[in-house]
């Protein structure tokens, strides 16, 4: 019978610890998202948090230090998904981007951040009942210009290749885009007014079109 090695014992428990790490730190960010969306900035604090995750309040500073940066990380994680990747990363940007058909392009690409928004789209309350100066002020506000910038090198993209509609600029294209296609959006249309996803999808990505030569 073949003895394991030392080596490969230590490895093992390495990996070991190490996805258990990675599954505290899920746990935590769950809780968090529970307790900051239904509690508040404030009142989601790191002991209720810990409690919530089932782990000791000190892991949570151990591996977030901050109620801020947890919030930060979850922000992130909310932009990143599952998938762990920036968005213009992700297959779906990619196919978007390499799409030759217009709308095509738009759906798949919509498709794609849309599901950016739903996800991030109950962390804004918490943003905004954060007192001013507060550490994470600054994280919403990073996030939205992050957002603005990504937009508008997708649809320059699609405007160097199909043309603006006669009367309409880039400005007026990337607004539309924001607005409709972002955390407002799914507030305003889904969860405020109940509209299906496909329903507010398939709205922006007309109001879009139609701003296309």
Do not use: N
Not at 62 to 91: M, R
Not at 119 to 142: H, I, K, Y
Not at 161 to 190: N, T
């Amino acid at each position: 019978m073949k003895v394991p090695s030392k080596v490969s014992s230590m490895a093992d428990v390495k990996l070991s610890r190490k996805e258990k790490a990675a599954a505290t730190r899920r746990r935590i960010l769950a809780a968090a998202h529970d307790l900051f969306t239904s509690a508040g900035y404030q009142g989601a604090t790191m002991v209720a948090i810990a409690d919530a995750a089932d782990v000791a309040v000190q892991t949570v500073y151990f591996t977030f230090h901050t109620k801020a940066e947890l919030l930060g990380e979850l922000f992130e994680s909310s932009v990143f998904g599952a998938a762990g990747v920036p968005p213009p990363d992700q297959d779906w940007f990619r196919a978007a981007s390499e799409s030759v058909d217009l709308d095509e392009a738009l759906l798949t690409w919509a498709r794609g951040v849309a599901e950016i928004a739903a996800r991030v789209s109950p962390l804004r309350p918490v943003f905004d009942g954060v007192g001013p100066g507060e550490d994470v002020t600054a994280l919403w506000e990073r996030g939205e210009r992050l957002r603005e910038e990504g937009y508008a090198a997708f649809l320059d993209q699609l405007v160097d290749r199909h043309g603006l509609a006669p009367g309409v600029d880039r400005g007026e294209l990337l607004d539309v885009a924001l607005v409709l296609l972002g955390p407002v959006g799914h507030r305003g249309f889904v969860e405020d007014r109940h509209w299906s996803t496909d329903a507010w999808i398939e709205f922006s990505v007309a109001s879009l079109r139609r701003r296309f030569a």
